[in-house]
């Protein structure tokens, strides 16, 4: 078994409900989307062909509990599932960043997925699979990238959605795109609507700039 990776590096997580602690991500090559936004377009094809048995060597070296899986989109590659499962059976705490548009019935339960919920400013919106939310588990994060106000309304309709008709209570991240929406602006919203959301702030960003690789 093996996957297409990108990169391997030891970092502070930057995102979701685990920002601020050291992890050790696994970023694969490839996605099936093309977000206006998108921050790891190197991803898209750059990688190198390893075992999964050489991945789980390089995340032990780092010797560090948590471990995330991103992309590019992850699920795109059919062994990522048994890497998922691979990790957790030599008891790392996991985290799959996905997009929303790709099956997650296989998926070990036991992962931590974020699922990033496109909005329209992405040009990527319609594409989310329509059955997303059923495979979402209670420990599992929602994210929504929000890039203008449009993104901010669209993103509180699906939350609506989300805690009323399929009352769903997971964590939920709203995250300005990194110099396009001003933090304070997409709070001063989520403040006058009293959403109940978390802010999520590309710390990998505000620490090492917008455009270093491997961090």
């Not at 001003?182 to 989520?190: A, F, G, K, Q, R």
Request: hydrophobic content about 35%; some cysteine; charged content about 25%.
């Amino acid at each position: 078994m093996s996957l297409r990776v990108n990169e391997i590096f030891y970092s502070i997580q930057g995102e979701s409900s685990h920002a601020g602690s050291p992890c050790v991500f696994i970023r694969l090559t490839g996605c099936n989307l093309r977000c206006d936004y998108c921050d790891t377009r190197y991803a898209y094809e750059e990688g190198d062909l390893l075992d999964i048995s050489e991945v789980l060597r390089q995340v032990d070296y780092y010797a560090c509990p948590l471990v995330e899986i991103t992309g590019g989109e992850p699920l795109l590659q059919e062994d990522t599932a048994d890497l998922i499962q691979n990790l957790l059976e030599k008891n790392y705490t996991v985290l799959l960043e996905t997009n929303g548009t790709l099956d997650l019935a296989e998926i070990d339960r036991r992962c931590v997925k974020i699922i990033d919920i496109k909005c329209p400013s992405s040009g990527e919106h319609e594409k989310r699979h329509p059955d997303i939310f059923t495979w979402v588990r209670a420990m599992d994060e929602i994210k929504f990238v929000i890039g203008d106000r449009a993104d901010y309304d669209y993103a509180r309709r699906i939350l609506a959605y989300m805690r009323g008709e399929l009352h769903l209570r997971n964590t939920v991240l709203f995250s300005p795109v990194f110099g396009q929406t001003s933090p304070d602006t997409l709070v001063e919203w989520i403040l006058e609507d009293h959403l109940d959301v978390r802010l999520n702030l590309q710390l990998h960003k505000m620490i090492w700039g917008a455009n270093q690789q491997g961090v």
